[in-house]
T-cell receptor, first 119, second 116 residues
Framework: GEEVAQTPKHLVRGEGQKAKLYCAPI?????VFWYQQVLKNEFKFLIS????????ETGMPKERFSAKCLPNSPCSLEIQATKLEDSAVYFC?????????????????FGDGTRLSIL | AQTVTQSQPEMSVQEAETVTLSCTYD???????LFWYKQPPSRQMILVIR??????QNATENRFSVNFQKAAKSFSLKISDSQLGDTAMYFC?????????????FGQGTRLTINP
């Protein structure tokens, strides 16, 4: 598609439950990024993929967060045993391959986000 | 580590006025990219304008222009003839090679209100 599609738009979970978010990048884009925007509007980088390979996971809380980008499937971000502080808007973005080697100079296009509310 | 600072949490101007949002950043890299994103209440992230660090000419997109001062590490956004639809959060973002991988680093955002 021509837009990054994120589902669901809003997800409500009780503390301790699992949450799974989905992202379909723009067709032809090689990179996928996940960001977390908390209530103070701050963006935190979580993880990026180059096609189905993890590219950078330095922002991921390793204990409960996991992500995948499998061929012919939407990418997913899964949170196990959710906590109250996981409440945030999770954005997915994608970009084309461009530039040299592993460095892409293409802008990132964002989806509309998934608002995760942990009660 | 790269950091991006937006020192104006909130700004408010009258419709049709010109407004400038400030952004400074810190990096030791020479090649990088800078962006301004707009986030209206609908929370979409909309790319407004981008600037390549190796280009001296300031980027312009219709009513939006930037003042890029590489030596000062400053990247301000000017909105001319502001419109009610410009009301939104504006985020300045830096993109470069950070730990060998592309990543966006965002500022804290500036909430801009355009009053009728």
């Amino acid at each position: 598609g021509e837009e990054v599609a994120q589902t669901p738009k809003h997800l409500v979970r009780g503390e301790g439950q699992k949450a799974k978010l989905y992202c379909a990048p723009i067709k032809g884009h090689s990179y996928v990024f996940w960001y977390q925007q908390v209530l103070k509007n701050e963006f935190k980088f979580l993880i990026s993929f180059q096609n189905e390979n993890v590219f950078d996971e330095t922002g991921m809380p390793k204990e409960r967060f996991s992500a995948k980008c499998l061929p012919n499937s939407p990418c997913s971000l899964e949170i196990q045993a959710t906590k109250l502080e996981d409440s945030a808007v999770y954005f997915c973005a994608s970009s084309r391959l461009g530039g040299r080697g592993s460095y892409s100079n293409q802008p990132q296009h964002f989806g509309d986000g998934t608002r995760l509310s942990i009660l | 580590a790269q950091t991006v600072t937006q020192s104006q949490p909130e700004m408010s101007v009258q419709e049709a006025e010109t407004v400038t949002l400030s952004c400074t950043y810190d990096t030791s890299e020479n090649n990088y990219y800078l962006f301004w994103y707009k986030q209206p209440p609908s929370r979409q992230m909309i790319l407004v304008i981008r600037q390549e660090a190796y280009k001296q000419q300031n980027a312009t997109e219709n009513r939006f222009s930037v003042n890029f001062q590489k030596a000062a590490k400053s990247f301000s956004l000017k909105i001319s003839d502001s419109q009610l639809g410009d009301t939104a959060m504006y985020f300045c973002a830096f993109m470069g090679l950070i730990q060998g991988a592309q990543k966006l680093v965002f500022g804290q955002g500036t909430r801009l209100t355009i009053n009728p």
